[in-house]
């Protein structure tokens, strides 16, 4: 029986109308969810917004090293009323006159310590917002291969726990027969009984968490019923890694985005401190002025109209003396805050190399728990059918079998976790060592059944 009839029986009335009517759905590969997320996914666009600004913030320190041209201009009209105190020396006048200026002018700024620090700080600026949006999505990546593979653990953890309780109506059944032709004790139907309505409380608990995982699903790509591929029935999954532990941990101390970020924001601490220190020392501009004023009706000196062109050129100092000590505090608070990204820097190599050691001792184990899970299967498959020719010809007990029959679905679910497990292992391995691609998710879909 599949697992979507097996739902679709489960659901209130209501509910199930709902799906009968809706077309049916098709199932999507990783690939294909990944790529519906990274158009949905809240978080990844917000990072994503967040890079572009971060791009734009950063080639804002052009402004500084560039050329400013800036225009001006004004006009006035003026009413001009002379009265001399000795009318025989001069004659009153009443003038209206306009007054037009205009001037273009070109700063370079030739030394400006502060200026050219924050010029060189939008390199590293530019290099950590690429760095936070690979963070970015990597986690996207890991979030989405997770969740996909975390349906289809609660969907086999549902099937298995469905089977487990038909094997055990079967043996309970069985019990009946056999106790009502007096071939075994009422213990033995009691045994079953209780086994039985264990597995009916287990199926109620998996059937929500189904539910649950393919909500979370759907959160993160944004579809409503997204339906896993699920995995074909090959034995290979993915390799164990080729080099050990020390070459990966040095790979992510290189590669990783956190320790990226780290570095470069301990290189922008040190120009911050550059900046800071240029507060004491002076700048030097060159300026070119182009400008003119035009006289409409005179002015108060005579009564013609005229143009004035004023181009000029020349260079200006400015030498800070004293601003009250703000300079000395400021380069005291980029001192500290240099110290502090040094310090986040090993801290964020050590939490790297935490992760990397973490995530690949646990594919490694990951890949071991397989191979050992798939010898208990056939253990226990081999147990279970044995205990069952014994209680066939009265050597062993009802809850023998029983027993037999938990232990193997049992060993099965923890089986299939376990290879989803490896499967999201070998991506958080690269997250942790900063080398995750989109393309890392080829090899997983190509495990699952097309």
Known sequence: MKLSHALF???????????AFAPAAQAQSLVELYETARGYDASYISAKSQYEANLAKANQTLGGVLPNIALSASATRTYFNYRPDDPSLATPRD???????????LTQPLYRPAVWATYKQGGPLLQQATAQYEAAEQDLLVRVSQAYFDVLTSEDSLELVRA?????????????????????TITGVRDAQARFDLATAQEIAAENDARIKHLALDLVVGLSNATPLRLADSKQLVKAPAEDVN????????????????????????????????????????????????????????????HVYNPSAGLVLNLPIFSGFATDYRVKETVSLESK?????????????????????????GLSQVQAY??????????????????????????????????????????AKARYDVLVGTLKLRQATGTLTPQDLQPINALLKP
């Open 374 to 415: 798939e010898a208990a299967e056939a253990s226990s498959q081999s147990s279970l059918d044995a205990n069952k020719l014994g209680y066939s010809v009265g050597v062993n007990i009802n809850i023998d079998v029983l027993n037999a029959q938990s232990q193997l679905y049992q060993t099965k679910r923890d089986l």
């Open 95 to 105: 003038l209206y006159y306009g007054t037009g200026t205009a001037a273009v002018t």
């Open 164 to 184: 487990q309780k038909k094997a055990v109506g079967e043996q309970l059944a069985s019990a009946k027969r056999n106790f009502e032709v007096g071939t075994t």
């Open 9 to 19: 029986r489960a659901l209130p009335l209501a509910a199930a109308l709902t799906f």
């Open 247 to 306: 070459t990966w941990v040095s790979q992510s101390e290189v590669a990783s985005p956190s320790v990226r970020q780290a570095q470069l924001a301990l290189e922008v601490a040190k120009l911050e401190v550059d900046k800071a220190m240029a507060g004491h020392k002076p700048t030097l501009d060159a300026q070119v002025s182009y400008g003119g004023i035009r006289n409409v009706g005179g002015s108060s000196t005579q009564s013609v109209s005229s």
């Open 341 to 365: 990204a040094r310090a986040d820097l090993e801290a964020a190599k050590r939490n790297t190399a935490q992760s990397t050691r973490t995530a690949y001792f646990g594919l490694v184990s």
